[in-house]
């Protein structure tokens, strides 16, 4: 399974937070044996700012953060995809369009950090505590023993880093 390139989308509702720091996370970790996209089932038409400040201050280049329909990789044409992992509770919930390539699919539910409130520092700690979390699942996943798992073993292993478990 890891020959190639390995596609993964990440999937929320608003594609402007979570899914968008998943995707600039696996690009940079993935150390090129991954392609990392993001989208939403209503995406919000742009990233959330503090998205776009916390990415920057983490020194990730921000230019592909573009917030885009689920739609996208539905279509003819679109990427393989090899995994697909929703990111928000309400994401996994909906009808999801059939993905060229037949990925696997995990549920990596975490909190909204663009509905959090409070003080501006309150929310951008959110943003953060987003960051923490899908970095850790993401480490979980790429170091993964891809090629030595069988298609059922690896779901489980997804399924783990999902609940938050180092798999």
Known sequence: MNDHILNVL??????????????????????GR?????????????????????LKKLNFDTSFARSKSWEEFAR???????????????????????????????HWGIPDPAAAEGTESERRLAFADA???????IS?????????????SLQKKLAEIGKGGAA
């Open 10 to 31: 990440f999937l929320c509702t608003g594609n402007s937070a979570r899914s968008i720091l998943a995707e600039a996370i696996l690009n940079r970790e993935g150390m």
């Open 34 to 54: 991954f392609r990392a996209y993001s989208a939403g089932s209503q995406p919000k038409g742009e990233p959330h700012p503090f998205t776009l400040d916390l």
């Open 76 to 106: 003819p044409g679109a990427p393989a995809l090899d995994f697909v992992f929703t990111v928000c509770d309400s994401a996994a919930a909906e009808s999801c369009p059939v993905w060229p390539g037949q990925p696997m699919t995990a």
């Open 131 to 137: 960051y923490r979390m899908m970095n850790a699942r």
């Open 140 to 152: 979980a996943f790429i170091n993964l023993p891809m090629a030595a798992l069988d298609r059922l």
